[in-house]
């Protein structure tokens, strides 16, 4: 993605670029096919009034974006205004209070640098350009995060333009029901995030990488010990398995499993990766890097050069699972065997909750986190790939709790997010700020 540069105007559909301008908005490289009436790119609030207000009098729903990251371009809807937050990326940061204000364009990379100065961590996402904006709306998976929690958990407060056009915070004793619905309502959310006001962590003295990579014919030996070994990894690290038709150091199909820790000495951090110096499928690996050191924003550079790359067209979707492995292998199987070329890849996360959640509306999660990512750049690709994501996860439908709004499919394979009490009460506080609907909401709702 570009940062957003000069001063944000107003697109009509038919004018000379807007086109180019809707597209630009999105990490996805597809053409969804649709378009909205407008484009608007708020400088500031009374931008965001002024489009809220235009959007009520023609009768127009509003989508919204900030970094653009949605694997399925939710924002991009037929007709109604686009209204784009890209702009809205100041990071204030006070570290006596340990608080930071960040609007929703900000990107994790730079809310990373801006941290390290101060010595202070928040747990962005594992790819630099995701914006805090949709990041933070549907839980936020980032480095660290088993330890600390959803990047929602260390959200303190939000500033909001709501659907009459009010200007309001809401947190845990201010408009409450808003703040328990803003997290984990991702792309359903019904109001404009301004401003995000987020508890700051100290950061860790040790960022550091260890990584083993395996032929893909080691598939189930891999699989087999990730599920054995499960709740035994430490929180302080975030087990990643990926099937890649280019491994690493390999440039061959293979599986690559990346060892990320967060520790406060080396001593702590060696121990925490022995599980992998010690496993009983190290002599399968095709090799095993010594623990290297790292810092976050450089991973997350790092993802976007091996797997997330820019201008390419995507196809993505995802389960929570906590069947047994048996179950699970033929699907992982066939991910292997159809996957499109390179950085096309799959991710097992062994996520492993170990605390309670507060009570918001993100509610479900399971064990295991199995997501898949098809890449391809020619357009004339499209019917060959762009359903490959969809038909591997309703291949293992049966076998998951539900999804993650991450990585979220739904406007092809509806399926539940949260939990159907959540849902409900959602669905309360939403006739409450947005009786009108005029806010878009997800794509498609869980269907039962
Ligand atoms: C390469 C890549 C890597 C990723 N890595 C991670 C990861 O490590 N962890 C993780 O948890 N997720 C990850 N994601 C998923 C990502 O967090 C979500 O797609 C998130 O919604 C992106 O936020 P955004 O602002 O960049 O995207 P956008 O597409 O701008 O936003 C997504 C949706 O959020 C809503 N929204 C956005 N801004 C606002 C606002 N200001 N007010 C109200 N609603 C708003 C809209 O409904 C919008 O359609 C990744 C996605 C990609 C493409």
Request: neutral net charge; aromatic residues 8%.
């Amino acid at each position: 993605m570009k940062r957003p540069s000069g001063r944000g105007r107003v697109w009509r559909r038919g004018d000379d670029g807007f086109d180019k301008a809707v597209l630009a908005t999105s990490f996805n490289a597809r053409d969804p096919g649709v378009r909205p009436e407008l484009l608007v790119e708020a400088n500031d609030a009374g931008d965001v009034q002024g489009a809220l207000q235009l959007a009520r009098e023609n009768l127009w729903q509003v989508s919204i974006v900030s970094g653009g990251h949605s694997w399925a371009q939710n924002h991009i809807r037929d007709g109604g205004l686009l209204l784009s937050m890209a702009r809205f990326n100041q990071i204030t940061i006070d570290p006596v209070t340990r608080i930071a204000l960040v609007g929703p364009g900000c990107w994790g990379l730079d809310l990373d640098n801006a941290l390290r100065k101060h010595g202070l961590f928040f747990p962005i996402a594992h790819a630099p350009d995701v914006a805090m904006g949709g990041f933070l709306l549907q839980g936020g998976f980032g480095w660290g995060s088993r330890e600390l929690g959803l990047a929602t958990e260390s959200l303190i407060g939000i500033d909001l333009v709501l659907a009459d056009g009010r200007q309001v915070h809401a947190s845990a004793t201010e408009n409450a029901d808003l703040f328990w619905a803003a997290r984990g309502s991702g792309p359903g959310f019904f109001a404009v995030v301004v401003r995000y006001h987020l508890k700051l962590h100290p950061r860790k003295k040790v960022t550091a990488l260890k990584m083993q990579v395996f032929r893909q014919r080691h598939l189930e030996q891999v699989f087999r010990w990730a599920d054995d070994i499960g709740s035994a990894v430490p929180q302080s690290i975030e087990l990643q398995i990926l099937i890649t038709p280019k491994a690493l150091g390999i440039f061959q199909p293979g599986i690559e499993v990346i060892v990320p820790v967060l520790a406060d000495s080396w001593a702590e951090a060696r121990e925490a990766v022995r599980f992998i110096s010690d496993s009983p499928i190290r002599k399968l690996a095709s090799f095993t890097t010594p623990l290297v050191p790292m810092n976050t924003s450089l991973m997350s550079r790092a993802a976007n050069i091996t797997h997330f790359p820019p201008d390419v067209r995507w196809c993505t979707d995802n389960i929570w699972t906590d069947a047994p492995i048996d179950d699970l292998l033929p699907g992982l199987r066939a991910i292997a065997a159809t996957m499109p070329p390179a950085p096309s890849h799959s991710l097992w996360l062994n996520w492993h909750p170990s605390q309670q959640r507060p009570d918001m509306a993100f509610s479900l999660e399971a064990n295991r986190y199995l997501a898949v990512y098809g890449e391809w750049t020619r357009g004339e690709d499209d019917d060959r790939y762009a359903n490959w994501a969809t038909e591997r996860m309703a291949a293992m439908q049966a076998h998951a709790l539900g999804i993650q709004l991450a990585d979220e499919n739904l406007g092809k394979r509806p399926a539940l997010f949260m939990k159907d009490e959540n849902l409900a009460r959602l669905d309360t506080v939403r006739d409450k700020y947005d009786p009108q609907a005029l806010f878009r909401s997800w794509m498609a709702r869980p269907d039962r």
